[in-house]
C-alpha cells in the first residue's frame, strides 16, 4: 500500500525563513489548514530541537479549520557561509472518532496511516533596504512620542497655572501674617523688659501701681500672639485645604 499525500495544506509550503540578525529570538509562523471533512491530528518535529521552540508542537484541527504554528529559533552566531542543514516535518495521521490519549495514537499508528511533509529552514540577513527603513521607523518614534507629550503637557498645564496662582496667594497671606506676628512678638519682648526695669526700681505705691498695670498689659498681650497663632493656623489649614482638594 502506498504511502498517504498530506491532507494538511501548509503555508509556507516548502520553507521556513528566520529573518536576523539572530542576536535576540526570531519568531516565523507556519499555518496548517485541514480541507478536509475529518478531523487531523498533527505533530511538528525537528532535527536540531535545541534550538527551536515550537507552539503548539501537537494538536487536533477540525474540519475546515486552521492552526497557527509559532516557531522560535533561539539566539546564536549566525555565519553566513554556512548552511544551514536544520528541517522541520509536519507529521499527520486522521483522528479516530474518540481521541484520549494522543501518546498512544501516534505509538501505535501504522506506517501506511501516516502522512508528512517536509520543510528547510532557511536564514536570512536584513537588507540595506530594511535597516534603511528600520532606522527611520526609530528616529521617527521618538517623535510621535515627544508630540504626544506636548499635548499632555499643555492639558496638564492649564490648571496648573490656576493652582500656582492659588498657592501664591495663600504664600502672601502667611507672610503678612508672620509679619504681623512677628512684630507682636517684638512688642511683647519689649514689654517684658520694661517689666524687668521696674521691677529693679525702688518699690513705692505709685510703682506698685504702674508695675500692675504693666504687668497686666504684659500678659493681656503674651496671651494675644498666641491667638494669633491660632488664628492664622486656621486660615491657613482652610487656604491650604481648598488648593489641595
Not at 536584513?126 to 527611520?136: L, V
Request: net charge positive; proline share 7%.
Amino acid at each position: 500500500m502506498s504511502k498517504l499525500d498530506q491532507i494538511l495544506v501548509l503555508d509556507p509550503p516548502c520553507d521556513l525563513k528566520f529573518k536576523g540578525p539572530f542576536t535576540d529570538v526570531v519568531t516565523t509562523s507556519l499555518k496548517l489548514r485541514n480541507p478536509s471533512d475529518k478531523k487531523v491530528c498533527f505533530k511538528v518535529k525537528t532535527t536540531a530541537p535545541r534550538r527551536y521552540c515550537v507552539r503548539p508542537n501537537s494538536g487536533v484541527i477540525d474540519p475546515g479549520a486552521t492552526v497557527v504554528i509559532s516557531v522560535m529559533l533561539q539566539p546564536f552566531d549566525y555565519d553566513p557561509n554556512e548552511k544551514s542543514k536544520h528541517k522541520f516535518m509536519v507529521q499527520t495521521i486522521f483522528a479516530p472518532s474518540h481521541v484520549s490519549d494522543m501518546d498512544a495514537l501516534w505509538k501505535d499508528a501504522k506506517p501506511d496511516d501516516l502522512m508528512d511533509s517536509k520543510l528547510r529552514c532557511v536564514f536570512e540577513l536584513p537588507s540595506e533596504n530594511d535597516k534603511a527603513n528600520d532606522i527611520e521607523a526609530t528616529k521617527a518614534a521618538p517623535v510621535m512620542t515627544f508630540a504626544k507629550g506636548d499635548s499632555a503637557a499643555a492639558a496638564v498645564c492649564v490648571p496648573a497655572s490656576v493652582d500656582d496662582t492659588e498657592m501664591k496667594k495663600v504664600l502672601e497671606k502667611c507672610k503678612r501674617l508672620q509679619a504681623e506676628m512677628n512684630k507682636l512678638a517684638e512688642e511683647n519682648r519689649q514689654i517684658k523688659e520694661d517689666g524687668i526695669r521696674m521691677r529693679k526700681m525702688p518699690r513705692s505705691d505709685h510703682m506698685t501701681s504702674n508695675s500692675t498695670t504693666l504687668l497686666g498689659r504684659e500678659a493681656s498681650t503674651a496671651s494675644l500672639p498666641s491667638l494669633l497663632v491660632v488664628i492664622a493656623a486656621i486660615f491657613i489649614g482652610f487656604f491650604l485645604g481648598k488648593f489641595i482638594l
